[in-house]
């Protein structure tokens, strides 16, 4: 797949929201629209990403620290990227 700085150039707010929340394996909807809006929000303002603790830092602030299941606050987001980008779950088919 393509590096995943390049492919949020390119995806809009919807279809990140989507992947966070199909591929992710996030279950709140609205936390994925809301990580979805501000990192890509944080992009038009900033830059594309130029390292993954900048998303990381983004979807903490967004999620206001750790997870209900004691995660770092990006794993499922990033999970999420990976396995879309990858195409990780086509894969195992």
Not at 58 to 63: D, L, S, T, W
Request: glycine fraction near 6%.
């Amino acid at each position: 797949g393509i590096p995943a700085w390049k492919w949020l150039q390119t995806t809009t707010p919807g279809e990140l929201a989507s992947v966070i929340y199909e591929n992710g394996e996030d279950d709140d909807p609205v936390m994925c629209h809301r990580i979805a809006e501000a990192a890509l929000e944080r992009q038009r303002r900033l830059g594309p990403y130029k390292s993954t603790l900048e998303l990381a830092s983004c979807i903490q602030e967004v999620k206001r620290g750790l997870d209900e299941r004691r995660q770092h606050p990006a794993k499922l987001a990033f999970q999420g990227i990976r396995n879309f980008i990858n195409q990780e779950m086509q894969q195992l088919s």
